[in-house]
């Protein structure tokens, strides 16, 4: 009964619209993952994502068929949303189409023999900025070990600001690299610069990093990605995060998805601080992306006296780890002297940063868009 105000007929017409939405929406998401199946395969065959031609001829065929009440325009335009949406997807435009992307395969774990970043503990990478000397590394190395540190790092070639500063050790460092991490039951991990090195460092580490300065040196990721190697992107300093997972997306697209996203500051107004250490990247990349996220605190930072600091705040936002720069001497550092940890302070931090390894906290929802 509707009491003859059409109340029961009105509710029973919603209630098909809601039906007829639902069916609609159910049949657009088919729709959809048949056009991700029709990327897949254009993508291996290097065909052309947007065919004019085909387009043309479904839009017709669509006027051809339309029965009303809505005019060919409308129909003509209707379809035209849903075929630019596809299109959208099949050329991965838009970071949520990305390989990379949360939703586009399971959360990646990055394997090294027995250590993973990503997996249920955040891990710890340290070790000096650059590779000086045998005795250095060695120390460095046996000290880290027995802190609970996974991961050994320390350059060998250098990106350095001013071409007059020491560059590194080359294949020798790597060399004096691999040595230490092995003796201390270490991984390592250690810069790529430049597509002609790529070799090189993959035979001496376990993971190529590409540093802030190359994030945007698409031939190298290229080269970087196909070495057989986990790769640690850190982010451009004057990247925005799409930009960032687009970089990634050049590695996974190459065929390497042992991807480490790495925030390591980035360029604003302020100078007490070398870079601005962009904590809200943690949480929204691992909303993003599938990829783990550490946080190198040392270069965002470029001083000491804040690390601690940082790091819990690093581990509080849901880092998968955290990278620092710890040195026997920082005093006599041959390279960022004012912000590497010596021993004991750094000993004191992974103590105290111990509880927050403990628990990885879970990666925020994905699609929750503004509060
Ligand atoms: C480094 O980690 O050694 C380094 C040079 O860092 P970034 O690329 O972040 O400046
Ligand atoms: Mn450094």
Redesign the pocket.
């Known amino acids: 009964m509707d009491g003859g105000d059409g109340r029961g007929e009105l509710d029973g017409l919603r209630g098909r619209l809601d039906e007829i939405n639902a069916a609609v929406l159910r049949l657009l998401c088919e729709r959809g993952r048949i056009v991700a199946r029709v990327r897949d395969l254009k993508e291996r065959s290097g065909a052309e994502m947007f065919n004019p031609a085909r387009e043309r001829e479904m839009l017709d065929a669509l006027v051809a068929a339309n029965e009303g009440p809505f005019p060919d325009a409308v129909v003509r335009h209707l379809f035209k949303e849903v075929f630019r949406a596809s299109l959208a997807m099949m050329e991965r435009s838009g970071v949520e189409a990305l390989r990379v992307a949360r939703g586009s395969g399971p959360e990646v774990v990055v394997r090294v023999g027995d250590r993973a970043i990503g997996g249920e503990r955040p891990v710890l990478i340290a070790g000096p900025?650059?590779v000086e000397d045998e005795e250095q590394v060695r120390t460095v190395a046996h000290a880290l070990a027995a802190m609970g540190v996974e991961f050994l790092?320390g350059?060998a070639f250098?990106?350095r600001t001013s071409p007059y500063a020491f560059q590194g050790l080359g294949e020798e460092g790597l060399r004096m690299l691999s040595e230490a991490g092995r003796e201390a039951g270490l991984a390592t991990v250690s810069?790529v610069v430049d597509t002609r090195t790529v070799e090189v460092v993959a035979r001496y580490v376990d993971v190529l990093?590409?540093?802030?300065?190359?994030?945007a040196n698409y031939e190298l990721l290229k080269a970087v990605a196909v070495a057989g190697k986990p790769v640690l992107l850190?982010?451009g300093?004057a990247a925005t995060l799409d930009e960032f997972l687009q970089a990634a997306e050049y590695l996974a697209l190459a065929g390497n998805e042992q991807i480490v996203l790495?925030e390591?500051?980035i360029r604003t107004f302020e100078r007490e601080t070398r870079?601005t250490l962009d904590l809200a990247a943690v949480p929204l990349l691992r909303r993003m992306s599938r990829l783990p996220v550490v946080v190198?605190a040392?270069?965002?930072a470029g001083r000491r006296d804040i690390l601690p600091a940082l790091s819990r705040a690093a581990f509080a936002a849901g880092a998968d780890g955290l990278?620092l720069?710890v040195h026997p001497r920082p005093e006599v550092a041959r390279?960022?002297s004012q912000q590497q940890l010596d021993l004991p302070s750094f000993a004191a931090l992974a103590t105290e940063l111990e509880p927050l390894r403990c628990r990885r906290y879970p990666a925020p929802c994905a699609g929750g868009g503004a509060p």
Request: charged fraction near 35%.
């Open positions: 900025c650059a790092r350059g250098k990106p810069e990093q590409v540093g802030s300065r190359n994030m850190k982010r300093f790495c390591r500051g870079y190198d040392s270069h965002a990278m720069e390279s960022d």
